[in-house]
Nanobody, 116 residues
């Protein structure tokens, strides 16, 4: 059964860093584009970053460009989101997403809180 599990969230001070992980079971992530999304308190879910299947290039929302980096580790079947320079407005539940044919798969999310 296909499953995505996020981890790595937590409480961090402004300017700090976290690395989120999205581990998959039931599918090989290398064959799919993978996206990271977030939903802050009282906000709509928004796309943060995604990684393609060809050269591993990442694509980023303007709000995180230069601060977040998305990457893959094929041997562990995981996609990471390295976050640095965190700001209070980055506080949200972060989700990874894979779309296979017409079916969208989400993990359960991991909470990131940026606060002093």
């Amino acid at each position: 059964q296909l499953q995505l599990v996020e981890s790595g969230g937590g409480l961090v001070q402004p300017g700090g860093s976290l690395r989120l992980s999205c581990v998959a079971s039931g599918l090989a992530l290398d064959y799919y584009s993978v996206g990271w999304f977030r939903q802050g308190p009282g906000k709509e879910r928004e796309g943060v970053a995604c990684i393609g299947t060809t050269d591993g290039s990442g694509y980023y929302a303007d709000s995180v460009l230069g601060r977040f980096t998305i990457s893959r580790e094929s041997a562990k079947n995981v996609v990471y989101l390295q976050m640095s320079g965190l700001r209070p407005e980055d506080t949200a539940v972060y989700y990874c997403q894979v779309i296979i044919l017409l079916q969208t798969y989400w993990g359960q999310g991991t909470q990131v809180t940026v606060s002093s």
